[in-house]
């Protein structure tokens, strides 16, 4: 989150005035048509009370800077990303708390459910999500060139953490890791697969141009797998809750590269 906020400027929050459709249609899909989505995969696959948590944990966190990386590499609008990207963290932090505490709620056994405390929840998120964004955006303001600088080593040093914790997590949940990766592979490829195809076709419904249609699909595609598996792993203390967020931060790589050839080939053309 510190060096998405070495990417933003105040002008990123402000496109809500300049795109108000397409702004509206990316958060209503990430906020509401995303976690819908998620719940509704849960009950079809009728996965494990731990996989479907999971699920609901990703589904919960929208977005993050790896879709504007792959935003800027299909040819989207880039603005429009960066721009849904950093109001949809600002907006999770209320979110996020109703989501998981609903799934907490719905999933787990009623004698062993461990609700989120909402107001502590949201300074948490407060914590992981805004301050280092609102940070890494002070550092952009008043030493440019450092933050420049600076951009691409924080995103290399943010891919090897979460590679790390991935490993974490398979070396914790050895003795799961295989039939979970199986329940969770096919239900995070749907997810992400379905989200990027309601976010770009009701893009188009209401006539918004390809550049903006593709970032709204990659917004609503790709979640934030990283803040999922910190509120699994921190909040709740339960790394079963983050093999699905784990299991999806390497599925969407390849999803999101295969978008990207698809992109630049024409295949969203219409």
């Not at 933050?147 to 050895?174: D, F, Q, T, Y």
Request: contains cysteine.
């Amino acid at each position: 989150m510190l060096g998405m906020g070495l990417t933003l400027v105040p002008a990123d929050f402000k496109r809500i005035f300049t795109y108000p459709r397409a702004i509206f249609i990316g958060l209503f899909n990430q906020l509401i048509l995303l976690p819908l989505i998620g719940f509704g995969l849960t009950l079809v696959l009728n996965l494990p009370v731990e996989i479907a948590i999971g699920i609901m944990i990703l589904s919960a966190c929208p977005g993050g800077p790896t879709s504007n990386l792959i935003s800027y590499l299909a040819k989207a609008d880039l603005a429009l990303s960066v721009s849904l990207t950093a109001i949809s963290s600002l907006i999770t932090i209320l979110t996020i708390p109703f989501w998981v505490n609903f799934a907490l709620s719905y999933f787990a056994d009623g004698a062993s459910v461990i609700q989120l405390n909402v107001p502590q929840t949201i300074i948490q998120i407060l914590a992981i999500v805004v301050i280092p964004v609102f940070l890494g955006m002070m550092i952009r303001r008043f030493k440019p060139v450092f933050a420049s600088k600076m951009a691409r080593p924080v995103r290399i040093a943010s891919g090897l953490v979460l590679a790390l914790i991935i490993i974490g997590l398979v070396i914790k949940e050895h003795e799961n890791f295989v039939n979970y990766f199986q329940k969770a592979g096919v239900a995070t490829f749907l997810l992400n697969v379905l989200t990027m195809l309601v976010g770009y076709y009701s893009a188009k419904i209401f006539k918004i141009n390809k550049a903006q249609a593709t970032s709204i699909s990659i917004e609503s595609g790709i979640q934030n797998g990283t803040l999922a598996i910190t509120i699994a792993v921190v909040l709740l203390n339960n790394t079963a809750f983050a093999i699905a967020p784990a299991v999806y931060s390497l599925l969407m790589f390849f999803t999101g590269g295969f978008l990207i050839l698809k992109a630049n080939s024409g295949i969203f053309r219409k």
